[in-house]
């Protein structure tokens, strides 16, 4: 069957990859078009357009890349019409991708939905275009399809791709010694900051997390750079331009740090999956104003961070817009280095998220259901 893919960010490429890899497993006639990037490009098929040409943030971002944003539609729906497939499989990113929805179901183009929308955060109102113009969802928070019930909405729970992604990565885990030793590291303690994979995250995360790392002369403080991103951005936006970017070892990164320094996203999960406490960052290109009316009239959730989120409490610190000032976080991050009381409760915490988690295997388990509904199989 021909699949044509949507992922529109870093983390969607790599769910992408890992979603291709079990529709291969299911499927040894799989064909592949997609929109994501390098990872999902290794799966093999053809890749059409990378997502560091889509990753605009914010609304200021928009409004300047408009020209572009409607480029990247017209190019996505030529290309969908042109291959004609049995499914296009959208990657959360729903900006883009509940657009792309509804042009396909009106040319008679099966949608399913992996990944889904954050509508229980806000915008619940894009229940009604998922229902009107998505066949099938495939969610992968428990939470997630308790939501979707409320609105006489049914979907797969699938379970959480990220297990699926780290246990892989494990396997392939230096010792410290030579993870330290190939990336020119010293010995002390490592604190891994995450400021993302957009121009954008970066610009407004990393002036304030590279600034701590002359406060603690005891730790090397190092930058997570992805794959897609040019490390020269990450030092021009650096406090400390000297601050080492390790490029694509984000995982093994975390794997041997102490602590980090996480903008909010899919990295914070990952970063609480690894065992590493953590503080949690996350900046608005609109400002302070704009933020505190979202978050009055439109943000549905009390946190923004996704261990948080799955506890339903505030197991790590959240410093958001107003509150994302140095002098504010650097009394953090010193807990974090120094109080075992506290790290400890943060690890605790992470142990209840794995066991809410459950199991690994949900790339194939997605693949699997999404093939049999294709086949006209019942689940």
Known sequence: MKYFLIAGEASGDLHGANLMKGLKKADTSAEFRFFGGPLMEKEGGKLLKHYREMAFMGVFDVLKNLKTIRRNFRFCREQLLAFRPDVLILIDYPGFNLKMAEFAHRHGIRVFYYIAPKLWAWKAWRIKKVKAFVDEMFTIFPFETEFFARYQYPVHYVGNPLLDAIGEARKSFRRREDFLRDNRLGDKP????????????????????????????????VISGAP?????????????????????????????????????GTATLETALLQVPQVVLYHMTSG???????RRFFLKVNFVSLPNLVLGRG?????????????????EVNRLLHDENYRRRILEAYREIGGRMGEAGASQQAAGQMTRLLRGESL
């Not at 995250?201 to 590279?210: D, H, K, Y």
């Not at 302070?288 to 979202?294: G, L, V």
Request: hydrophobic residues 50%; charged residues 20%; aromatic residues 12%.
């Open 190 to 221: 490592v604190v891994a900051l995450l400021p993302g994979s957009r121009r954008q995250e970066i610009r407004l995360m990393l002036p304030v997390m590279s600034r701590l790392a002359a406060q603690y002369p005891d730790f090397q403080f």
């Open 228 to 264: 897609a991103v040019d490390p020269q951005l990450y030092q021009t936006f650096s406090a400390d331009p000297a601050l080492p970017v390790l490029n694509g070892q984000t995982y093994e990164l975390l794997h041997h740090a102490f602590a980090a320094v996480v903008t909010s």
């Open 288 to 294: 302070k104003i704009p933020y505190r009316i979202f």
């Open 315 to 331: 197991a790590v610190r959240e410093f958001i817009v107003d509150e994302m000032k140095f002098e504010l976080v650097n009394p």
